[in-house]
T-cell receptor
Framework: DTAVSQTPKYLVTQMGNDKSIKCEQN?????MYWYKQDSKKFLKIMFS???????INETVPNRFSPKSPDKAHLNLHINSLELGDSAVYFC?????????FGPGTRLTVL | AQKITQTQPGMFVQEKEAVTLDCTYD???????LFWYKQPSSGEMIFLIY??????QNATEGRYSLNFQKARKSANLVISASQLGDSAMYFC??????????????FGQGTILTVHP
């Protein structure tokens, strides 16, 4: 009964490819997020959706496109992958003040 | 300007002792929340404790307590009776909500805690 799940856990791909990361939460939360953790462990918000509506877009390249088909899902599609996209991507969801994170997806671009 | 500052890149503590991880923040929003997360070597982000800016008392959750000093803009995490399993990276984070419930989290740089037997 995982609260926030992400697939895949690991993703290794070549530069220039397009890839997607899926996120699902079964907590009934209204708000979902994508965060990026770089090689120095710094975490930064990328996007936030509230009730399927985009509310935060933190100057992320437009190669990154989030999609929220319903309140329980927030997927991240990345076009034309670059070396600098290598990172751990975390999905999170919240109700009221606390955000709960998924296990993370480690993306490696070769 | 850095909104969340964790000045201790690494901390060491003996098992069963208490340890304090420092966090200072900067905001002009009167309504904000402060959080601590733990990231073990396995990589997941585990929520530990939350303090609201209007909360009168310091938050506590089991062995974790948050020493909230509003005037100093500090929100230090105190872990009592350290255990080997507490060895991890710890992140302080702030949510400036302006009254909304879905503000983004801004994270500090993290502190690596190592608990020695």
């Amino acid at each position: 009964d995982t609260a926030v799940s992400q697939t895949p856990k690991y993703l290794v791909t070549q530069m220039g490819n397009d890839k997607s990361i899926k996120c699902e939460q079964n907590l009934g939360h209204d708000t979902m997020y994508w965060y990026k953790q770089d090689s120095k462990k710094f975490l930064k918000i990328m996007f936030s959706y509230n009730n399927k509506e985009l509310i935060i877009n933190e100057t992320v390249p437009n190669r990154f496109s989030p999609k929220s088909p319903d309140k329980a899902h927030l997927n991240l599609h990345i076009n034309s992958l670059e070396l600098g996209d290598s990172a751990v991507y975390f999905c999170a969801s919240s109700h009221r003040h606390t955000q709960y994170f998924g296990p993370g997806t480690r993306l490696t671009v070769l | 300007a850095q909104k969340i500052t964790q000045t201790q890149p690494g901390m060491f503590v003996q098992e069963k002792e208490a340890v304090t991880l420092d966090c200072t923040y900067d905001t002009s929003d009167p309504s904000y929340g402060l959080f601590w997360y733990k990231q073990p070597s396995s990589g997941e982000m585990i929520f530990l404790i939350y303090q609201g800016s209007y909360d009168q008392q310091n938050a506590t959750e089991g062995r974790y307590s948050l020493n909230f000093q509003k005037a100093r803009k500090s929100a230090n995490l105190v872990i009592s009776a350290s255990q080997l399993g507490d060895s991890a990276m710890y992140f302080c984070a702030m949510r400036e909500s302006g009254g909304t419930s879905y503000g983004k989290l801004t994270f500090g740089q993290g502190t690596i805690l190592t608990v020695h037997p």
